[in-house]
């Protein structure tokens, strides 16, 4: 067997906890992480040669461009507002969502005349490329870091750019999506010189979870 090891950066929280399941099912597992008490952030399982590092999510595809990690595993919305080099390689159907513009029904008419508006976005990249690239719209954009949502309220901005998942915060909240960027969902993501390096066990790693997707569709 091959003796290097494989390393996983893997996006802490409920992403990380479907990934290892998946890869349960493909008889790749770790013992030590399966303790939820424990703070430790590396595991390794000696057997198999394989690595795994915790991390949050924007710090993932960082990992995997710079070659310390093989692979990650990270939601699309932070793959688009990293922008760092890496393959996309698979998508692995879970944590579906939308990236959306939202606000209050009475933003409907600034968006439609393309007037200059304020967006709140923990994506301003995400929320800069769609407007400009794709609506020809100049925007202020107002980074925030979480309850987005608040923005708009509180008149801080006029939209919002964010997920939305089952859309109970947005109506929670007295607000609406009013225009659709792109649907998410986690994707795995390879180093460009781990994909030539490791080819043949990283390939045979993303077809056995592509088949594991599909059965699960
Ligand atoms: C995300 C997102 C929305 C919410 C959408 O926030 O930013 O606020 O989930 O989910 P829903 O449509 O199912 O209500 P998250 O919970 O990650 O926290 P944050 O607001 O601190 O970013």
Known sequence: MDDRYLTFALT???????????????GISCEEM?????????????D???KF????????????????????????????????RAYEVLDLGFGK???????????????????????????????????????FQTIDIIK???SVELGPIVGLSDVIVDIVETGSTLKEN????????????????????SMKMQNERIQELIDNLRKLTEKNE
């Open 12 to 26: 802490k929280g409920r992403l990380a906890d479907k990934t290892l399941a998946m890869l349960g099912e493909l």
């Open 34 to 46: 399966l303790d939820k008490n424990t703070r430790k952030l590396i595991f390794v399982n000696e």
């Open 48 to 50: 198999l040669k394989l």
């Open 53 to 84: 590092f915790l991390s949050k999510g924007p710090d993932v595809p960082t990992y995997v461009e710079y070659g310390v990690a093989d692979i990650g595993v990270v939601g699309k919305d932070t793959i688009m507002e990293e922008g760092r």
């Open 97 to 135: 969502c939308r990236m959306c513009v939202c606000g209050p029904e009475s933003a409907r008419d600034k968006l439609e005349h393309h007037e200059m508006i304020k967006v709140a976005s923990k994506y301003p990249r995400i929320a800069k490329d769609y407007f400009n690239n794709r609506k």
């Open 144 to 146: 925030l870091n979480g």
């Open 174 to 193: 007295g607000l609406t999506v009013l225009e659709e960027i792109c649907p998410l969902s986690a994707r795995m993501i390879v180093n460009q010189v």
